[in-house]
């Protein structure tokens, strides 16, 4: 190994690794340090990932990638107690050429990414913690980690290490994370039969569906649950805010077993069996959260940086695309033969321009929003499949006297004036 790199890359996941493709294929000397076993071994994701940001690096990967199933249909699910609301939408070309979505198991697709990563010339040290980054006259200069002699130096530290990401921390560019600013998410692999899943969702063979719950999924928390189709299995997930959770007192395992008993789940997972379960946290600071992405030697990237789009369940293409652009700029740099902040801010600024600071800006007050105000999760979900109940219920009422009662229960105790304005807000928060 030699001494020094063009690049040192803290964490194995999406966002390291596009990175250090991306680099490496510039001809830089790119070493990646990921403390798992192996790429994905420690990566948790229920999970989609999306098309486009993985073609900006590799053309036409699905071609040799291990992908689970190409998504056809996105499904959403407005839950109560033993009722729910769907809509979704399903198209036929996303089951083509070039696709829009995939399911995953990061597992695999770390494992394959990293050994694109080691052809184009990347070298990956797994089982390896980074402790710290090496600053020198306030620039970072290195790393140190957990090895004998485990000292590494490079021109730039890319600390791609997750949401948990201590080394941002240790420089100053975050404080520790807030419980509003974390969720946290289990999630079990429920095996089953392909046909018996293709039959169940109604799919045609080798062909997925999302479907994502908001409100009973979390029994009232913000937060949302997910149903996910593998080849051979489904991947059924549950998150909520940690406050919440604390505040509530609530285990996310028990909101994974109440959400496994619910009538619209339990026919879907009749007999499968529990394979994997998985806890991690998901960073839902949104845009406010966003820390300090450059320093002097230095750049943050994926859910390090806080870049995930919780509305939208978009994480790894935010990572994918971080690591992308730091990336380019780190190139820049390299030719200019400059690395300090303002060398490296051409990161920032493309990332500031691109999509992934435009959503995290159009849903900045969402979170806190749907956090501060209970009602939207626990009286206006329920209100939608009460409505829908008293509606499509046949019990000699007229129709008149049906959308009465409706307003008289969605109304309680709230004014028209309150309802009216907790809607405005809530669509003023996502438009
Ligand atoms: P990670 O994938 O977390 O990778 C960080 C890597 O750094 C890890 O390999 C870790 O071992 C390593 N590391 C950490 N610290 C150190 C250290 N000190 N030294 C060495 N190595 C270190 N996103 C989607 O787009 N679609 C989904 O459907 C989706 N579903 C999700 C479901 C769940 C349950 C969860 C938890 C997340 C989901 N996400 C989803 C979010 C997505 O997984 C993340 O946004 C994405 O993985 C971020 O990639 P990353 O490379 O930044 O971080």
Redesign the pocket.
Known sequence: MPEKFDAIV?????????AAYKMSQAGLSVVV????DY????????????RSMMEDLIPEFWKEAPLQRPVVEQRFWFMDIDSVVTTGYKSQDWAREPYN?F?VF?GQF?QWFARKCTEAGVVIVNE????ECLVENDKVVG?R?NRPEGDIYANVVVL????????AKQLGFHQEWQPQQV?L???EELKLPSEVIEERFNLEPGMGT?IEIFGGGTLGLVGTA?I?TNKEHL?L?V?ALLSQLRQAKIKPYDLLENLKKHPAVRPLIRNAEPVEY??????EGGYKAVPQLVGNGVVV?????Q??NGIH????????T??RLAAEAIIRAHQMGEFDRRALSHYEETLRNSYVMADLKKYKDSSHLFEKNPKYFNEYLPAANMALHEMLTVDGTSKKDKQKRIMQRILGGNSLYSVGKDLYQAWKAMR
């Open positions: 803290v964490g194995a996941g999406v966002a390291g690794l596009a340090i990921e403390r798992g790429p994905g071994a420690k990566n948790v994701m229920g999970g989609v990932l999306y979505c399911t990061r770390d390896t913690l980074v402790e790393v980690t791609a290490d997750g949401v948990n990401s201590l080394l969720a998410a289990v999630m999302t997910f996910y991947s997930g998150g998985y806890a991690h946290l998901i960073p990237v994926g859910d390090a940086a870049l995930v369940r978009e994480g790894s293409n935010l990572a994918m971080s690591g």
